[in-house]
């Protein structure tokens, strides 16, 4: 099969490998709090960049399996299929506050008991009765930004939401808070951010299907099988459902997931084409 049939034009979009590199830049210096060399950081930074190879059209796999890597595996956040979705167009621009609602309500958005929303924050902590949450949080987010190499200038991450159809009105921060916290103390009346825009459902269309999930899977599977317990009907229902909407992601599911030579994995991928199938999805095994 042809890389371009099974690697989608818009993941060569130029903003999405952008967003994607700057997410990994930033959250490499948490990784490393001590190094704080500018010098080995714009070498580090030009490495995360390299990993998109514009000569090779197969480094995608490696660029956005490796910010999978980053922020499921040391964030806990699973960015990637929505920087990748073909439903989901991206932008980079200031964002108002009156757009922005933080994403959850911690640290000085609970303690001031107002929506999330970052301009009921900004009014509600500069208030007189307010004093001390906005000197114990200045203190917080100045030592929060002094704990690594300098990382304040990346964008944050938001989305708008999308419900059956419906686009909210309002931006939710996935990644960057702190940031968002800052900016409000700074007296700044709005923050740089990319955004994502739902255009149309399912909202993950076409998206990256990050390779490690999938490999996941096929392995826990052969485990149990190894043992005696059969979990094909179970796993290959999640696997089915996972790549359903994604063809780069059955392409790396049948062709770089399963060993066919392993009669467990020849069984579960036999059994995820045959679910796909009832929905006239025809995927070579």
Do not use: C
């Amino acid at each position: 099969m042809k890389t371009d049939n099974v690697f989608l034009p818009h993941l060569y979009e130029p903003l999405r490998q952008k967003i994607a590199i700057q997410y990994a830049q930033q959250e490499s210096r948490k990784l490393f709090p001590f190094l704080r060399d500018t010098v080995a950081w714009k070498e580090i930074d030009n490495s995360i960049a390299s990993w998109r190879d514009i000569n090779d059209k197969l480094s995608i796999r490696t660029l956005y399996n490796d910010v999978h890597g980053i922020s499921m595996g040391f964030r806990l956040k699973s960015l990637v299929p929505w920087v990748t979705s073909a439903n989901i167009r991206w932008s980079e621009r200031e964002v108002t506050f009156d757009e922005l609602w933080f994403g959850g309500r911690f640290g000085p958005v609970k303690r001031l008991n107002v929506p999330e929303r970052a301009s009921e924050v900004k009014k509600a902590i500069l208030k007189p009765e307010n004093k001390k949450i906005l000197e114990e949080t200045k203190n917080i987010v100045a030592r929060e930004s002094e704990t690594t190499a300098p990382r304040d200038d990346f964008p944050i991450f938001v989305m708008r939401k999308f419900h059956y159809g419906n686009l909210e009105k309002t931006l939710r921060v996935i990644d960057g808070n702190r940031r968002l916290v800052q900016a409000i103390l700074n007296g700044k009346e709005t923050i740089r951010a990319v955004v994502g825009e739902p255009i149309a459902e399912p909202v993950l269309y076409e998206h990256w299907m990050p390779t490690q999930i999938l490999v996941d899977l096929v392995f826990w599977h052969e485990e149990q099988s190894r043992i005696g317990r059969d979990i094909t009907e179970e796993t290959a229902k999640v696997i089915a459902e996972l790549i359903r909407d994604t063809s780069a992601g059955r392409e790396e599911f049948a062709k770089r997931s399963v060993h066919k030579e392993e009669k467990s994995h020849r069984i579960l991928l036999e059994e995820v084409a045959r679910l796909l199938l009832k929905d006239n999805i025809i995927m070579e095994v």
